[in-house]
């Protein structure tokens, strides 16, 4: 069974940073495309950042362009996101989703809880 | 604010059906076959439902269905289940300047 499991959330004050981890089991991480999205409290889905499976193509949301970073540690077959200069705005749950298929998330993980707050 | 339009809510009794919308541009829902669907339960990964709006991946019951008319796509789901009761929400390929964008959400409640 693929399992993505998200870790690293947690409170920070405005300005902080943090780093969230995506580990993954039972398949290899540097084989398919991955994202972040992230759901603040009441809102809807947003997507955050995608990284193609060399690792050569990464986009991201105009909201945490500049701020954000993704990255990739195959040997841990594991995912990150580097969140600097957080803001209130930036408090959500974020997931891992892996894309297996064509512009679609196959396979989440359950997510881990960033709140932004003084 | 999202970019794909879903209602906010949607009810519906057991065994009854209901469709929840999805209304996009010729930019996204209009322009691609890649409008997928996810169920969202608390505390629990979000599930895909639907893929290439009308794809069921292996393991959804077949009692949910996808399909798409011009710039709306739609989930339908029949013989609803006390475990139906969820927030879902559409997400379709965008020409725009983020490739992925995902509706507004909607919650289905059994009544």
């Known amino acids: 069974e693929v399992q993505l499991v998200e870790s690293g959330g947690g409170l920070v004050q405005p300005g902080g940073s943090l780093r969230l981890s995506c580990a993954a089991s039972t398949f290899t991480l540097s084989s398919y495309k991955m994202h972040w999205v992230r759901q603040a409290p009441g809102r809807a889905l947003e997507w955050v950042s995608y990284m193609s499976y060399s690792a050569s193509t990464i986009y991201y949301a105009d909201s945490v362009k500049g701020r954000f970073t993704i990255s990739r540690d195959d040997a841990k077959n594991s995912l990150y996101l580097q969140m600097n200069s957080l803001r209130a705005e930036d408090t959500a749950i974020y997931y891992c989703?892996?894309?297996?298929?064509?512009?679609?998330?196959?396979?989440w993980g359950r997510g881990t809880l960033a709140t932004v707050s003084s | 604010q999202s970019a794909l339009t879903q209602p906010a809510s949607v009810s519906g009794s057991p065994g009854q059906s209901i469709t929840i919308s999805c209304t996009g541009t010729s930019s996204d829902v209009g322009g691609y076959n890649y409008v997928s669907w996810y169920q969202l339960h608390p505390g629990k990964a979000p599930k895909l439902m639907i893929y290439d709006v009308s794809n069921r991946p292996s393991g959804v019951s077949n009692r949910f269905s996808g399909s798409k008319s011009g710039n709306t796509a739609s989930l339908t789901i029949s013989g609803l289940q006390a475990e139906d009761e969820a927030d879902y929400y559409c997400s379709s390929y965008t020409s725009s300047s983020t490739p992925y964008v995902f509706g507004a959400g909607t919650k289905v409640t059994v009544l």
């Open positions: 989703a892996r894309e297996a298929i064509l512009y679609n998330f196959d396979y």
